[in-house]
């Protein structure tokens, strides 16, 4: 089993900046790929961004290209959310998730990720 925690969300001004963190353990941890989903109230949960474990490939959702950078700790099996220019859109619940299949099609596909975190509240207000 796959145990992810997120921490870092909270409540932060239009054009503010906030780092998330997902910290993974449980079995030898080794996926293709992690992942950052987000879900506002009363909308699907969405892609943000994702990152392959070996290599460190990034797939970016076009909401987030420019503003976030995700980024890996092999050592540390954690994954990080670095969110700047923060929008009011932005808010939602941020989750992390693990992908142990394989190709780059599935980066973006919730159904390819099989652990998931308790995800992390992010409010920005304007």
């Known amino acids: 089993q796959v145990q992810l925690v997120e921490s870092g969300g909270g409540l932060v001004q239009a054009g503010g900046s906030l780092r998330l963190s997902c910290a993974a353990s449980g079995r030898t941890f080794r996926p293709y790929a992690m992942g950052w989903f987000r879900q506002a109230p009363g909308k699907e949960r969405e892609i943000v961004a994702a990152i392959t474990w070996i290599g460190g490939t990034t797939y970016y959702a076009d909401s987030a290209k420019g503003r976030f950078t995700i980024s890996r700790d092999n050592a540390k099996n954690t994954v990080y959310l670095q969110m700047n220019s923060l929008k009011p859109e932005d808010t939602a619940v941020y989750s992390c998730?693990?992908?142990?299949?394989?190709?780059?099609?599935?980066?973006?596909?919730?159904?390819?990720?099989?652990?998931w975190g308790q995800g992390t509240q992010v409010t920005v207000s304007s």
């Open positions: 998730a693990a992908n142990f299949r394989a190709g780059m099609s599935t980066l973006p596909t919730s159904n390819a990720y099989d652990y």
